[in-house]
């Protein structure tokens, strides 16, 4: 089996104040600058005093016009309006007479709602320009903007957040450049963390895989990767390629996380969060041993012979693979992670093949690489394990400046280091291994906005957010499932939902969904029999940051049941019947967004009615199987009379005690 891991190859060449999270990390701001925030504040904290209410057609025509109609409403719901106007033929602001938040706000914009007259209501916010940081390479970061259609929309998602300083990042790589400007070290008023350094020593003893003179260390520099004619001639590194030293996990951190509006260089996805590296790559290739046992740490799991990461990361980025299944040693790792509710974000690779692993690993959120026009590169893996696509990086162009590449933290040396700089059209960054952090930047973002979502729910809401592939030019074929790993498609083609992920990564959307709430439902037992009470529980569902939970509804989608009440956090269900009941959870919080969560009770027939045959029996159809037997019992002659003191005899008995058989 292949024992080392390559970083994805392509063409080589974040302020508010920060609490000290659990009292571990560090009480200063990342990336904070003297030129201040455009972030927006939080919706939920900024009471509202006007709405705008849409009216439906009216029913009749001699119904009242607009102001009627408005006074009407405000008489039905008990309202205190200090004025209302026309903004057109349907569309009314209503300013109440005080400012509401919170559960008052949800309650009356639910009852407005409930109205028959009422197409929708909704809360007059404000809006602002777009946040566009002052970081004089920013014009070039076309992926971060919205002018391509792959593009992240990056930009637009910075006026809801801008990331969170308790949400750390890890970046598995090469290292980083601690001296770069857009990254320093966080006791420099930059963006990283001290990491650590999993480079092993190679199998003879010796260091030249790790090119810093020693193994296992805390320095997580980059020292350079480069691989010299006469490295090549050398059995350690046997199938690489003579090349200069490739920065890369400068490369990756800088596009998650380079400090941002700060008057320098490039913007990164997050301005706030922070930035982990693990040293896992030396020269040409990494040991899949090193690189689990870093996976680990970076997560905050203890790894013998090395000191516990203080700072545990909630977002891995792998921007690295092999061909071949998944070992049985990652599917391991990555579910022992996902248990503690980090994500493993992999670049699919850069053959045109299928993907690689890590990133075809259940659990892992595998990133396809895609052109500015939103069909996939040429060069980028794809097939199903492929969960979304973003930017990779294309030339369009055979000569001259690179037209769509992504600009990045660098070091200028083409073997050891020499000083910060940034790739360029004329030095561009491209390849998946580019595109895998631009997602880990928007996973940070989500997080950063919903720290209780855990691993698969973060996943589903990013594939749920992500916007449709483009249909392809004329000419440009779809791209197919490959076959093997023999099928490589090397070409451009036309992405679709099986080879390419759920969509075209789209930040803005994906923190709208991260934004919901978390239902989870529980029902206690969850086996029952009809007539038996169930207790209902929505106590375990979480709002988002800043948010709370104001609405419940429980409902009844399948089978035969009652619930009450149905609009309570508890409730309590009865059976009226045997067979499967699925109940439907939906929790509202206080900015109207919504999440559902369904669950089933199984509901068995009542004890000693034998439960065989083929379908349930209510209590209706009990008591009239009883009532025919013992019709049956009184043709045969087979029933008694009873005497009883106060004379009232029944079939088969009496309804009084004392009574005597005759």
């Known amino acids: 089996m292949f024992q080392g891991m390559r970083r994805c190859r392509g063409r080589a060449g974040l302020a508010a104040v920060v609490a000290a999270v659990l ?49 009407a409403l405000a008489w039905r719901s008990g309202l205190e309006l200090r004025r209302h106007q026309a903004i057109g033929p349907a569309l009314q602001l209503v300013e109440l007479d005080r400012p509401l938040a919170g559960s008052e706000l949800a309650e009356l914009l639910a009852q407005l709602r409930a109205d028959d007259a009422v197409a929708f209501a909704e809360p007059d916010s404000r809006v602002r320009r777009h946040a566009v940081p002052n970081d004089p390479l920013y014009a070039g970061q076309w992926y971060l903007q919205g002018s391509q259609p792959a593009a ?21 790589d090469t290292g980083v450049r601690f001296d770069h400007p857009d990254l320093l070290r966080m006791g420099q008023g930059g963006r990283l963390l001290p990491g650590y350094d999993f480079v092993s020593a190679d199998v003879g003893g010796g260091f030249l895989g790790a090119n810093d003179g020693d193994g296992w260390d805390s320095d997580p520099s980059d020292p350079g990767d480069w691989i010299s ?38 913007a990164g996805a997050t301005w706030d969060s922070w930035i982990l590296p693990v040293r896992v790559l030396g020269k040409c290739s990494g040991s899949n041993a090193d690189i689990l046992q870093a996976m680990r740490w970076a997560a905050g799991l203890h790894v013998d012979g090395v000191p516990d990461n203080p700072y545990p990361a909630r977002v891995l980025n792998l921007s690295l693979g092999a061909a071949g299944s998944c070992p049985q040693g990652y599917q391991a790792v990555i579910a022992e992670l996902d248990a503690l509710g980090v994500v493993v974000v992999a670049s699919a690779g850069n053959s045109g093949a299928p993907v690689e692993f890590p990133a075809n690993c259940p659990g892992a959120m595998a990133v396809a690489g895609l052109r500015h026009v939103g069909t996939k590169v040429g060069y980028s893996n794809l097939g199903r394990e492929v969960a979304v696509a973003a930017p990779a990086g294309n030339c369009v162009n055979l000569t001259g400046p690179c037209l769509f590449a992504l600009d990045t933290t660098i070091d200028q040396g083409t073997t050891t280091p020499l000083g910060p700089g940034y790739s360029s059209p004329l030095n561009p960054s491209i390849g998946t291994s580019f595109s895998a952090p631009q997602v880990s930047g928007i996973a940070a973002l989500m997080l950063g906005v919903n720290g209780s979502l855990g691993t698969s729910r973060l996943i589903a809401r990013l594939r749920a957010s992500a916007r449709p592939f483009p249909a392809p030019d004329a000419g440009i074929p779809l791209c197919h499932v490959p076959t093997g790993a023999s099928d490589i498609q090397e070409l451009e083609c036309g992405c679709t939902t099986s080879t390419c ?10 923190l709208a969904e991260a934004l919901r709430p978390i239902a989870t439902a529980t029902a206690t037992p969850s086996a029952t029999h009809p007539g038996e009470a169930v207790a209902l529980a929505a106590t375990a569902s979480l709002p988002a940051n800043g ?62 009615s034998g439960g065989g045959g083929g379908g ?16 049956r019992q009184a043709a045969a002659g087979l029933l008694r009379t009873w005497r009883c003191p106060m004379g009232l005899r029944a079939p088969g008995g009496c309804r009084d005690s004392g009574c005597s058989r005759r």
């Open 23 to 71: 009292g571990l990390l560090p009480a200063v701001v990342p990336g904070s600058e003297a030129t201040g925030r455009l972030a927006m504040p939080a919706a939920a904290s900024a009471p509202v005093s006007r709405i705008i209410v849409g009216l439906r057609a009216p029913a009749t025509a001699i119904e009242s016009p607009g102001d009627g109609r408005v006074k």
């Open 152 to 172: 992240t929309h990056v930009e637009a998602a910075w006026d809801v957040s801008t990331g969170a300083a308790d949400i750390v990042v890890a970046v598995l």
């Open 229 to 266: 004619a006469s490295d090549a001639q050398l059995p350690l590194f046997a199938g690489c390629t003579v090349e200069d030293s490739s920065w890369h996990g400068t490369r990756v951190a800088g596009l998650i996380g380079a400090r941002t509006n700060n008057v320098t260089g490039i």
């Open 501 to 510: 992920g759920a969509g075209m990564v789209d930040a803005p959307a994906a």
């Open 547 to 608: 948010r709370s939970i104001v609405a419940y509804s429980w409902t009844t989608l399948s089978g035969a049941a009652d619930i009450s009440p149905a609009d309570t956090s508890v409730a309590t269900l009865r059976a009226t019947a045997s067979g499967p009941v699925t109940v439907r959870l939906t929790i509202t919080d206080d900015q109207g967004a919504t999440d559902s969560s369904d669950l089933v009770v199984t509901v068995n027939p009542p004890p000693g």
């Open 616 to 631: 349930s029996v209510g209590w209706a159809g009990l008591l009239a199987l009883g009532l025919a037997a013992l019709r």
